[in-house]
């Protein structure tokens, strides 16, 4: 029987957080890196085993700086906005959180690499029922986690956007993406500055779980 060391299990799963001043923009990425977690991420589990995962891996400054202009626009004033909110109401952590998400708009094409994860999707209608879109996301969202825990072991972060999309038509056209693909997500990697990543607040189990019925 395979046991795991608990302590460092729980460690990576409580402590992969969502990455963004801390990303070395300086460092340089091993294409062999990103290559041992994309493989790693190929073991989740994905609807009907059909694996349709592809993944878009770009560390081109030209084209990054293109995918960081596109995901600019995308922004727009969304951030700005939610931070003044946020500090009205008193929620000192999710001001915290919006000024990081700005900073990382603003630094976008210096991380050194891109990484977008796509999905076959030419099977399932625009009008398709919501099931088959759930179906869809819950087929690569694993395999993105995956691939996410897999660089915190290695000593590098991550963050996992989606506000590029409102401009998914002109980054596939920059990167000859098919049609029938569709993007999922950005994600920004980097080696992070320093590991003492630790857990984040949140509200405990007991009260977001329920037994039996609601």
Request: with cysteine; proline share 5%.
């Amino acid at each position: 029987m395979t046991t795991f060391d608990l302590a460092t299990t729980d460690a990576l799963l409580s402590t992969t957080r969502a990455v963004r001043k801390r990303l070395d923009m300086d460092r340089p990425v091993e294409r062999s890196v990103i290559m041992d977690c994309i493989s790693l991420s190929q073991q989740a589990p994905t609807g009907s085993n059909k694996q349709g995962w592809r993944w878009v891996v770009v560390t081109d400054a030209e084209k990054r700086k293109v995918i960081a202009d596109c995901y600019r626009k995308g922004v727009g004033d969304y951030l700005v906005t939610a931070k003044a909110a946020a500090e009205d109401r008193g929620a000192s952590q999710d001001a915290r959180v919006f000024d990081s998400a700005q900073f990382l708009a603003d630094r976008m094409q210096d991380a050194p690499v891109h990484v977008i994860p796509c999905i076959e999707a030419g099977h399932i209608a625009a009008d398709a029922p919501r099931r088959a879109w759930i179906g869809l996301g819950g087929s690569i969202f694993p395999a993105i986690w995956s691939f996410q825990l897999a660089l915190r072991a290695r000593g590098l972060g991550s963050c996992l956007t989606t506000l590029h999309l409102s401009y998914d038509k002109e980054i596939s056209e920059l990167l000859g993406i098919p049609d029938t693909m569709l993007q999922i997500a950005l994600l920004p990697v980097a080696y992070t500055k320093g590991t003492d990543f630790k857990p984040a607040k949140r509200p405990p189990a007991e009260e977001i779980t329920h037994w039996e019925r609601w």
